[in-house]
């Protein structure tokens, strides 16, 4: 019984082949990880939504704490999950939680906000999109944990869950406070 | 109560399954004739129970049964009866209810139509077989039951994907399967082979019908996807290098080497070894394929379910499948391969070639698909493959075989001459270069690719026929001599004729398509006009449409040369509200030398609408010459010499263990 | 027969590869025009599945198509164009897998696959056995 290189190489390859398809099981091939993991926030300097308010500006971010920046639109269904979640920790103080509105009218903004709440701080408007680019969004809802020297830790594609809050998010912010 | 027949009938094929894929192993050991006999009977009966168990889904589907789980999360009740028929397949469960079924279709072929196989060799193909279907059966039954009820069942279902609502899906799929799966037979000849020690012209000859049949299938699948994405897509594009294509189109290149090279071993008895190897990656391509789609490893828009757990399931069976023939075949294959030798100028040896081509070709796009998961499991980096990369590396990749195609009919076997073989084809050489020439200078030089593409194109189509045209001695001999001599040419001949040629006109279309395709991207208002092509288009007017279970807004389009309206072409844009989704259906006019390309957009701020409008000459010859390739398959197969290949009285070849090299 | 011809000088020097970009969008300057396309050509739209922005008509395809162009009018290079989009959105963005360390194999091993292989199948060749002289069937001119 002989056995060869030749006839034993399609088995060999095939078993790496394996190897490599039984591990991409395990993995999201969706999720892009983010350019601005601990790297500084982009700058912007926002309008704000409500009228009057001085504008969302990245270089007052910095600095102060943690801070969780949400992008969201009103016309984006997914960011009605994380909502009611948005919600409950917009009364967290020991971050500051932003929101940016994407490619959105103020006004529809607005009748969202009106009716479902709203737990932001501050609201930015980005109807142009540039800064969701220089950000790296390429969609909604995204939210980017920002600690107090101004770095970007996090980035969550998608609506935040409890399960995201907890064990992702939680652990960011104690890192903070101890910190500081 | 009909789903359970169906879900009774499921679990019964899979106990036949399991007696298929056993007992006629043992069987074939002791060459007890009833044992083996019994893969055959147990083919046909899991097929009648497959076919009952089907029908049952069907008849739920087509019933708006939506007590049925699979009915109500793809179907409506405002679906038109079409739909709902072809939604059976339109999903996770129910395609691969369609994938066993082709499976165990094939089976009952090999049993009823096998009665010249070696009993053993039936035996044991038919236990493989048997293997498979019982994988896939249970990975149908406890992981993508279709049958699985609803406690409460809502009064109307959520629908389905409306760009699947289509005729395209009704065609699409089954011709995919037919194909996929199709290629299950020469696996499992192969590995039942290698279970017996033995290759002989014989096996060859049966079962290279069987590797034709399913190319046809695959070759037609094919081209109807790619026909289907460029007229519901709205943009003009007919191939996108996407995961799930590349996956389809690797057993393609692969089953195309299998198809040549099992010529090799039924002429020649040589290239053994290599065929029993081709044999076997041709259907894990289409195990790794389904495996692909369905469990989330690759993102594509054709992926179905994106599902790891049922996606760890199918990667079993592959390594069961692949992995245990593969080790058969480092083990056995030393015993069988012993080959009659040829030249290194031969018809073989251009056949080896014409298969190293298509292999590397299909590595190649293997690469492509799959290195951007293998760095993003290494941690590295997160990096895409898209067409610039396939166009740097396939396409040079791929002339070598194109132009050695038109060669290999006019060698010899065992031994040629090269010089004088390439005398032969003086006359396609000739045309090949006046045409390129002429190419060049209709291009004023500014497209050398282009007109190298025509030229190559040309070349295949003139070397095709030219086949013909050497075997009946046209022009030497009087034209009613070579006449009759094309009357009875065998049909292979006329496969061969019409799979090549329609490569090449497939290569043609390619290249004047993405040369001096046109396209107009402007903001319309009523009655304006503009142009595309070689016409003027006016917008007449857009009008609100109520469909079945959509709305549309449609676009009306007059279509005119030198003032002289010809055709009025409607676009529309479709609104699904229950899925909340939108489709395009474009308007195509064609005159099977062009088509020209109208798709509806948005309504702009400026008070008109944007419209699409392309224009793509020869593209119509993309899919004829893929249909052509597919005909000329079928054409083959035809060829009364398959059908008594196997009963001609032939002293048999039987290559064993102690054979000597070139015993014939 | 005039407007023929011009037709077929345009055809012939018309390039076109489908894309969704629209007038609006476009720069006066058509060399810089051609260059946005190029660009564009190349950089995926992470919200399609296998769409190049300049085919896609998603809203993420358009921003990017004004950005791509933007930073073309204000003077940057192609490689500055695409770096700017890839700080952004990573390597993944890019159609067209940079030459790097670890995807230099992923560009090469085609190459190398084919002249392996044809190596292989020639050293194949070479190490059979001489064919008997015999019957030489030409399968063209003779029934089988």
């Known amino acids: 019984m002989q056995l060869r290189m030749a006839t034993v190489l399609p088995l060999g390859l095939f078993a790496v082949l394996g190897v490599v398809l039984a591990m991409g099981l395990r993995h999201d091939p969706k999720v892009l990880p983010s350019m601005l993991l601990d790297r500084p926030l982009p700058e912007f300097d926002l309008a704000s939504l409500k009228i009057g308010a001085p504008n969302l500006k990245s270089s007052e971010l910095k600095g102060k704490g943690v801070t969780l920046v949400n992008v969201f639109g009103s016309w984006c269904v997914s960011c009605r999950y994380e909502h009611p979640l948005l919600m409950r920790v917009g009364k967290d103080t020991r971050f500051k939680l932003v929101g940016i509105d994407w490619k959105d009218a103020p006004q529809d903004a607005n009748q969202y906000l009106a009716t479902y709440g709203d737990p932001y701080a501050q609201i930015g408007t980005d109807e142009v999109g540039r800064t969701a680019i220089d950000l790296g969004v390429s969609g909604a809802p995204e939210t980017f944990v920002v600690d107090a020297k101004g770095r970007v830790r996090l980035r969550v594609p998608g609506p935040l869950t409890p399960e995201i809050w907890d064990k992702q998010i939680e652990p960011l912010i104690k890192e903070s406070e101890k910190a500081s | 109560m009909i789903a359970e027949i169906g879900q009774f009938a499921l679990l019964l094929a899979l106990m036949t399954s399991l007696v298929q894929a056993t007992l006629p192993l043992y069987g074939a050991h002791r060459q007890d004739r009833g044992l083996m006999a019994l893969a055959s009977y147990a083919g046909v009966t899991s097929f009648i129970l497959v076919a009952i168990s089907f029908a049952a889904l069907a008849f739920s589907f087509l019933n708006d049964d939506f007590s049925v789980r699979l009915v109500a999360t793809n179907s409506q009740i405002a679906k038109p009866v079409i739909y709902k028929l072809t939604g059976v397949w339109a999903n996770h469960e129910g395609s691969m209810m369609l994938w066993v079924l082709i499976l165990v279709i094939f089976s009952a072929l090999i049993a009823i139509f096998g009665r010249n196989i070696p009993a053993s060799l039936k035996a044991r193909a038919l236990a493989v077989q048997g293997m498979i279907a019982s994988a896939f059966l249970a990975f149908v039954v406890f992981t993508s039951n279709p049958f699985i009820r609803l406690a409460d069942a809502p009064a109307d279902g959520s629908g389905m994907n409306p760009l699947l609502q289509d005729p395209g899906l009704a065609v699409h799929p089954p011709c995919l399967y037919m194909g996929y799966v199709g290629f299950s037979v020469a696996f499992s000849f192969a590995v039942a082979a290698l279970i017996e020690g033995k290759v002989d012209a014989a096996w060859a000859r049966w079962v290279r019908p069987w590797v034709l049949l399913a190319w046809c299938f695959l070759t037609m699948g094919i081209t109807l996807g790619s026909f289907w994405a460029y007229y519901i897509l709205g943009w003009g594009g007919w191939w996108f290098w996407d995961p799930v294509e590349n996956v389809s189109f690797m057993p393609w290149l692969v089953g195309t080497a299998l198809l040549h090279s099992a010529l090799v071993v039924e002429r020649r008895h040589a290239l053994v070894g290599w065929t029993i190897l081709l044999s076997i990656l041709t259907f894990s ?140 084809l003086n006359i396609p050489l000739v045309a090949a270069v006046i045409v390129l020439l002429g190419a060049l200078g209709f291009t004023l030089g500014k497209h050398i690719f282009t007109a190298a593409g025509i030229g190559l194109s040309a070349w295949i189509i003139v070397g095709s026929v030219w086949v013909m045209v050497k075997r009946t001695k046209l022009g030497k001999i009087p034209l009613s001599e070579s006449f009759s001599i094309l009357y009875n040419t065998p049909r292979a001949y006329f496969g061969l004729l019409f799979g090549h040629m329609g490569m090449g006109f497939v290569l043609l279309a390619i290249t004047v398509v993405t040369t001096w395709q046109q396209e107009n991207i402007i903001s319309m208002k009523m009655g304006q006009q503009t142009k595309i092509g070689f016409y003027d288009v006016k917008l007449i007017g857009v009008e609100d449409v109520q469909g079945p279970n959509y709305q549309a807004e449609r ?110 | 027969m005039m407007r023929k011809f011009f037709i077929v000088i345009f055809l012939l020097f018309g390039t076109g590869l489908a894309h969704a970009v629209l007038p609006e969008e476009m720069l006066k300057d058509s060399g810089q025009e051609l260059r946005a396309r190029d660009i564009s050509q190349v950089l995926r739209c992470l919200v399609c599945q296998n769409q190049s922005i300049d085919d896609s008509n998603a809203p993420l395809a358009k921003d990017l198509r004004i950005i791509v162009r933007e930073r073309i009018s204000a003077g940057d290079s192609n490689d500055q164009v695409m770096a700017y989009v890839v700080n952004r959105y990573g390597n993944y963005v890019l159609l067209k897998p940079p030459f790097q360390l670890d995807t230099a194999l992923l560009w090469l091993l085609p190459f190398i696959l084919m002249i392996v292989a044809l190596g292989a199948a020639f050293l194949y060749l070479r190490q059979q056995p001489e064919p008997e002289a015999g019957d030489i069937s030409n399968e063209i001119l003779k029934e089988e």
Not at chain 2, 332 to 352: C, D, M, Y
Not at chain 2, 571 to 578: D, G, L, Q, T
Not at chain 2, 603 to 626: E, F, K, Q, S
């Open chain 2, 285 to 424: 391509l289409s195990l790794i394929g389904t495996f692909v789609v369905r469990s989330g490893v690759l993102t594509s828009v054709h992926s179905f379910a994106t599902d790891p757990a049922r996606g760890l399931f199918i990667l079993f069976i592959i390594f069961g499948a692949t992995g245990g023939a593969l080790v058969l075949y480092a083990f056995r294959i030393p015993q069988v391969r012993k080959g009659v030798p040829f030249a290194v100028i031969s018809r073989e040896s251009g056949l080896l070639l014409n298969n190293v081509f298509l292999v590397v070709a299909a590595a190649t796009v293997f690469f492509g698909t799959f290195w951007p998961l293998y760095i993003d499991l290494m941690g590295r980096d997160k990096i895409s493959v898209g067409v610039p990369y396939y166009n740097l590396t396939f396409v040079p990749l791929f002339i070598p075989i194109l132009v050695t195609m038109v060669i290999g009919p006019f060698l010899k076997w065992k031994r040629d001459d090269f010089s004088g073989m390439l005398k032969q």
């Open chain 2, 555 to 664: 676009g009306t389009f007059e279509l005119s040369q030198n003032g002289n309206v010809f055709r009025v072409m409607t676009a529309e844009r479709r609104f699904y509200p229950v899925q909340q989704q939108q489709t395009n259906q474009t308007a195509i006019r064609t005159n099977l030398v062009s088509n020209t390309y109208i798709a509806l957009g948005d309504p702009d701020n400026l008070g008109g609408r944007t419209v699409r409008l392309y224009y793509h000459p020869m593209a119509p010859w993309l899919w004829i010459g893929g249909f052509m390739m597919a005909f000329g398959g079928f054409v083959s197969l035809s060829d009364r010499r398959f059908r008594v290949g196997v009963a001609q009285k032939q002293r048999p070849t039987i290559i064993g263990p102690a054979a000597t090299a070139g015993a014939a």
